[in-house]
């Protein structure tokens, strides 16, 4: 065999799954011929395929230095970045690739999922887009092309990519699930009937396709007001994964005390990260963290950068631990002996080209509410806004929500008990960062008052974080910019209140949950939010 026919054969291995032929091709053509970048290039791919992505890295590094000028090699290169959160290295990979000319659907598609991971929709259009105009009948090139239009608020566009995902693929259980949430479903106009025989058709052990059909179903429902239904069909399309993930809730106890323990606000004094650019928003998920996120982006000297994991990703690295997670109790516990100022000043490269020159820059991460007091004592000057929202619609609307399966910090919401033990272990810790750290830093906000008064609680947030006023700030939901979360839809709404006091509508359903909550101290027997207990 020649070179070119053993590496055509390792590639078709490769695309098939048989990795084990298509490496033994690879080895012979470097074995025989030597050193040769398609070759690296194919090896670097199968490594990456097995989640070895620093290996990987490494590989693609011998296929760089051998064809620097191949957009392939810094495409797939930057992903492995991406997957070891190495985050600026896979963006500056991603730009020299796509600034070397791609020449294949696949190439467009890879530059472009590494663009959408860090928050550049509009550069992930394009970039979809050529991938489709190349290979127009592969159905993941126009879902990924409907994905980055949906978040970059162009709805219309993303319906009719959602569209030819489908038929391109019919049972595209994703596509499914993100088209009947860009608009309201009618009696004359749904898919009911389509998603619940794609549902049944399921096997019970793809707990995963059953979860975003379950909730496609559960939202058509709600559209068409049978609510109890909607309830129903909730738990059915949760009961395979909360089964499969074994969720305990005790180490989210465990996560919420190391918290709590482990950040003392008094070492702040020692810091010497002294920015006061950075505004965290915080909170417990769906509470309006992008709500507020949009009004303080509005602002003409404010910067949104999007929902970053950047400072727990610092954290976990200078922290050391072992095990996979970014967020664990070790982690958080382990984290109180990082050097502050070592721990502020990497925060602060990390964002530099996101943030720009903006005076303000806010990160939206609700989970950083964890590291509330690690972020004071890295960023003394930095401010914190954290928000609330009655409990009951709170763990409600995190019932309600479709979040990403591959993380596991989301596994509460696939169980309404559970829903209520984690916001009780979430207030217990905004208590405690409200009690100890600064008024100056940290504040909080409840949906429901910027709600019903947007403009004086936009207006005192801005003065928060030290601004003057800018009634932009009103306008908040006809910015442009792409959202990259949940709210994609409702916050380039004006606002509304139809969300306030939801969970009334299934009050005998939820009422196990709620005598958590009042056992809890956080409403009353009448499902009223004690809001200051």
């Known amino acids: 065999m020649t070179v070119e026919s053993r590496l055509k054969a390792a590639a078709a291995a490769l695309g098939a799954r048989q990795y ?35 290996k990987a890295v490494e590989i693609f590094d011998r296929g760089v230095a051998l064809a620097p000028d191949d957009p392939r090699l810094h495409a797939h290169r930057a992903k492995s970045l991406l997957a070891l959160n190495r985050r600026e290295a896979a963006a500056d990979a991603a730009r020299r690739a796509s600034r ?8 467009f598609d890879t530059i472009g999922v590494v663009f959408t991971r860090l928050g550049d929709h509009e550069a992930a259009i394009h970039l ?26 162009d709805f219309d566009g993303a319906e009719a ?53 379950g909730h496609a179903i559960a939202k058509t429902l709600e559209d068409l007001g049978r609510d109890t239904e909607a309830l129903d069909w909730l738990g059915r399309a949760k009961a395979g994964i909360r089964e499969a993930r074994g969720y305990d809730p005790k180490s989210d106890v465990a996560l919420f005390d190391a918290a709590a323990n482990g950040a003392d606000a008094d070492r702040a004094a020692g810091a010497v990260a002294e920015s006061d650019r950075p505004v965290f928003v915080v909170g417990l998920p769906r509470t309006g963290t992008t709500l507020v996120d949009r009004i303080l982006g509005a602002h003409s000297q404010v910067r949104s950068v999007g929902e970053l994991s950047s400072f727990a990703l610092i954290g976990k690295r200078l922290a050391a631990t072992p095990g996979p997670y970014v967020m664990d109790a070790a982690t958080l516990s382990a984290a109180d002996r990082i050097d502050g100022a070592r721990w502020g000043e990497a925060y602060l490269d990390s964002v530099a080209d996101l943030a720009g020159d903006a005076p303000r820059f806010v ?51 696939y169980d309404l008990a559970d829903c209520a033990r984690y916001y009780l272990g979430f207030d217990r810790l905004r208590a405690h960062w409200a009690a100890t750290l600064p008024a100056d830093r940290y504040t909080e906000v409840a949906y429901e008052d910027v709600i019903a008064d947007l403009e004086g609680e936009a207006g005192r947030l801005v003065a928060h974080c030290g601004l003057d ?51 809890g101290g956080v409403i009353n027997a009448a499902g009223e939010w004690l809001r200051e207990a």
Not at 367 to 391: D, E, Y
């Open 20 to 54: 084990r032929e298509a490496h033994a091709l690879c080895l012979e053509v470097l074995q025989t011929s030597g050193p040769h970048p398609e070759a690296f290039f194919l090896l670097a791919l199968l490594t990456a395929d097995h989640d070895n992505h620093a």
């Open 100 to 107: 070397l000319g791609p020449r294949d659907a696949l190439t």
């Open 128 to 153: 979809f887009g050529a991938a489709v105009a190349q290979d127009p009948g592969r159905a993941e090139y126009h879902y990924n092309l409907a994905a980055s239009r949906q978040f970059a608020g």
């Open 161 to 213: 990519a959602y569209s030819r995902t489908l038929e391109l693929a019919p049972d595209h259980v994703k596509a499914l699930s993100a088209i009947v949430g860009l608009r309201r479903q009618s009696e004359a106009d749904n898919r009911l009937d389509a998603l619940m025989t794609a549902f049944e058709a399921r096997s019970t052990d793809d707990e995963e396709s059953q979860l975003h059909l």
């Open 363 to 413: 990160d939206k991460m609700p989970l950083n509410i964890v590291w509330a007091g690690h972020i004071h004592r890295a960023l003394p000057k930095a401010r914190i806004i954290c928000l609330r929202r009655h409990p009951i619609d709170a763990c409600l609307s995190n019932y309600r929500q479709l979040f990403a399966t591959s993380f596991s910090y989301y596994n509460y919401a």
């Open 469 to 519: 006023w800018d009634p932009a700030c009103l306008d908040f939901h006809t910015q442009s910019g792409s959202v990259a979360t949940a709210s994609s839809v409702q916050v380039r709404q004006p606002l509304y209140s139809s969300s306030i006091g939801r969970w009334k509508r299934h009050a005998d359903a939820l009422a196990p949950m709620r005598a958590i909550l009042e056992a």
